[in-house]
């Protein structure tokens, strides 16, 4: 590999970093489903670490599934993707940064998984 490649590859590297720094605008919403906010539809601004969340909510259904009953958009300072299991509701969560309201289209993907 050559030097010029090198340099490429770190630009790259840098740029990533530096865009990954900015603030990104995540969608806030109590209730999001099919791809639309039903209630408290707002805005909220990423800065330095935190991250646009996403969690679904699953209600354990007595045919024996987890059945997706809403999704709740925000912003965190602390997110971890994974599901989290209290009795029969399961929460289900996404983190994501770097593109403005990124976190609905987790909401999205599934949704067309659960219904
Ligand atoms: C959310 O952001 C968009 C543009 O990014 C703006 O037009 C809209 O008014 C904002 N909504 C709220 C509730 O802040
Ligand atoms: C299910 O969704 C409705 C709104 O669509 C909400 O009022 C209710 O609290 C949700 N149930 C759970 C267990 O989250």
């Not at 603030?23 to 791809?35: D, I, L, P, W, Y």
């Not at 602390?78 to 994501?96: D, I």
Request: glycine share 6%.
């Amino acid at each position: 590999m050559g030097k010029f490649m090198v340099i490429l590859l770190l630009l790259g590297a840098f740029s990533l970093v530096f865009f990954q720094a900015q603030a990104t605008v995540c969608m806030v919403c109590k209730s999001f489903k099919r791809g639309h906010c039903l209630e408290g539809k707002s805005n909220c601004t990423t800065k330095y670490s935190p991250r646009c969340r996403t969690r679904n909510f699953f209600i354990f259904s007595p045919a024996g599934r987890w059945v997706h009953n809403h999704t709740e958009l925000d912003c965190t300072k602390a997110c971890s993707a994974e599901n989290m299991y209290f009795g029969s509701l399961k929460v289900s969560t996404f983190c994501c940064k770097g593109e403005d309201f990124c976190n609905r289209y987790h909401g999205q993907v599934v949704k067309k998984d659960s219904y």
